[in-house]
């Protein structure tokens, strides 16, 4: 009796792996598209063009990208109308923490290991820059709680008796969380909480500062083409306070279980952080739009993708780069 539980259980795993093979191989082939979360950020953007070239010309799918914000992205996810979102902040999103709870989602890889999120202020504020004639205004600044003293290195134009804190745009989550910040630290007196208008906004205002050489203080988070472009220093925050953040290539639950070929590509995914902030600051200087800069990538760093990909798809991919 014992032999033949075993020998069914052999062959259910047996059955079902081939079933997961012929899924696999099914979803391309049945012609479905693979749908990706259309990202509107620049790290989310090159993510997503280098997997969809990487499905298409390595294992013969039909990808496409829908746009939308995060949430309603995220929603999609959930209803498998969607199957791929390429840079999921997990946890940052209480849609997303509801739709995994109920496993209608799931986070697999880990795409950009060592992003980061704080408050930032330009190196020469601290430490002066001898190229550039600048004195360090600062030279004490190491966390946070020390901004309570300098608020006149950071005046803010329209309030002078203040300075000023660049926050997020309104409306972003890291927004609510820098405002509870400011009090927690006892700087809502000293200082303004300026929201701009859009991300943009606040890199202009970064990089017109940067540029002259006067000292800002704002919130800031990687991977982005800024952080390839100037060198910052970030504050610390109080012990004990972790700030990591943990992104991983959203997929739906469908999708998980239907196409566990692909799965297997996109649970290597990863690109070096560092190398790419330098893309991401290539693609603004340059003005590479997304999707070329995604072709360029993956010629120019075979040793990052072919990691990721089965050795067949890698030679088709090289093939049609």
């Known amino acids: 009796m014992t032999m033949n539980k075993t020998l069914l259980a052999t062959l259910f795993s047996a059955g079902l792996l081939a079933s997961a093979g012929a899924q696999a191989a099914g979803w391309c082939e049945s012609g479905k598209p693979v749908k990706f979360a259309g990202l509107n950020w620049e790290s989310g953007m090159l993510l997503t063009d280098i997997l969809q070239t990487v499905l298409e010309k390595g ?38 923490n509801k739709a995994e709870k109920a496993g209608k989602v799931v986070g697999v890889g880990a795409p950009v290991v060592g992003a980061v999120e704080g408050w930032y202020v330009p190196r020469y504020v601290i430490e002066g820059d001898a190229k550039r004639k600048l004195e360090a205004k600062a030279p004490d600044l190491k966390n946070i709680a020390d901004l309570a003293k300098y608020a006149s290195v950071f005046k803010d134009q329209e309030e002078p008796s ?51 050489g006067e000292p800002i203080l704002f919130y800031y988070w990687s991977p982005t083409p800024l952080m390839g472009q100037v060198d910052l220093v970030k504050l610390d925050e109080k012990p004990g306070v972790d700030k990591s953040v943990s992104i991983k290539v959203g997929v739906s639950k469908t999708f998980h279980e239907q196409a566990p070929e ?27 739009e997304s999707p070329k800069l995604a072709k360029i990538f993956l010629k120019e760093h075979p040793e990052v993708w072919h990691a990721w990909v089965s050795d067949d798809a890698a030679k088709k ?5």
């Open 317 to 321: 991919i090289d093939a049609a780069l």
């Open 162 to 212: 203040k300075g000023r804190f660049y926050n997020c745009p309104a409306g972003w989550t890291c927004e609510l969380d820098n405002s509870e910040m400011l009090k927690s630290y006892g700087l809502e007196s000293t200082y303004t909480n300026f929201r701009p208008g859009t991300g943009p906004a606040l890199d202009a205002a970064v990089l017109s500062s940067y540029k002259r």
């Open 262 to 288: 692909l799965v297997a590509v996109l649970e290597k995914v990863n690109l070096p952080i560092d190398l790419l902030n330098q893309n991401l600051a290539r693609m603004a200087k340059e003005r590479i």
């Open 59 to 96: 294992y013969d799918c039909k990808t496409d990208s829908l746009p939308g914000n995060s949430i309603t992205m995220e929603n999609a996810l959930g209803s498998n109308d969607i199957q791929v979102f390429a840079e999921e902040w997990v946890g940052r999103s209480e849609v997303w």
